[in-house]
């Protein structure tokens, strides 16, 4: 059965920490590998993975994805107190006979970050 | 405005009722995706729908309906309410299958 973990499943950390979030996942016919932030609303998109080992980067937010082994990591440098959020992994894969990818969702790392 | 909204964003409804959630996208998106979102579950999909007339179940199927008469519309109908359906429902969409998705404002919906 496909499944996506994520770890650690809360964090608690100060303002100006470095943060490293955890996905693995085992899913079947992969296509892409996604993270979302999500703040008491509708969860807004942060980052696509389709390639081993190219990090995609946009101001303090990093991931990278490993497809040899099956994970990624997202890094949050210099947290700040607006970073307080659900950061959910998402991995696409394509059924069988079907052209369409069905994303499934890992059940998020909540972070907590104190001022 | 453009985007994806859905209707209500939240409804207060009693065991047996019908409830019909509403999703309206302003993309012409061809994907468009219903999920429930619980305490313990994260994300799960319930249907999705590649284009008008096309739909199909996802991991939570049970107890819900979809149709897809327009390409902008994808309703999910709860036929006869449970308080297993209490949960808060979004509506997401994509224009191709590369593509990331969208999602919408999110429905609170709490069955009685």
């Not at chain 1, 892409?32 to 303090?60: D, H, V």
């Not at chain 1, 700040?80 to 499934?104: F, H, I, K, N, P």
């Not at chain 2, 897809?68 to 999910?76: A, I, V």
Request: hydrophobic share 35%; charged share 20%; with cysteine.
């Amino acid at each position: 059965e496909d499944k996506v973990v994520q770890s650690p499943l809360s964090l608690v950390v100060h303002e100006g920490d470095t943060v490293t979030l955890n996905c693995s996942y085992e899913v079947t016919n992969f296509r892409s590998l996604l993270w979302y932030k999500q703040e008491k609303k509708a969860p807004t998109f942060l980052f696509m993975l389709t390639s081993s080992g190219i990090e995609k980067k946009s101001g303090r937010l990093s991931s990278i994805l490993d497809k040899k082994e099956l994970f990624s990591i997202l890094n949050i440098t210099a947290t700040q107190t607006g970073d307080s959020a659900v950061y959910l992994c998402a991995v696409e894969g394509m059924d069988r006979g079907s052209t369409l990818g069905r994303l499934y969702f890992g059940r998020g790392t909540q972070l907590t970050v104190w001022p | 405005d453009a985007g994806i909204t859905q209707s209500p964003r939240y409804k207060i409804t009693e065991t047996g009722r019908q409830v019909t959630l509403m999703c309206h996208q302003t993309w012409s998106h061809s994907y468009m995706f219903w999920y429930r979102q619980d305490l313990g579950h994260g994300l799960r999909l319930i249907y999705y729908s590649a284009a008008a007339d096309i739909t199909d179940k996802g991991e939570v199927p049970d107890g819900y309906v979809v149709s897809r008469s327009k390409t902008e519309n994808f309703p999910l109908t709860l036929e006869s309410a449970t308080r297993s359906q209490t949960s808060v429902y979004f509506c997401a969409s994509k224009g191709l299958p590369g593509d990331t998705q969208y999602f919408g404002p999110g429905t609170r919906l709490t069955v009685l």
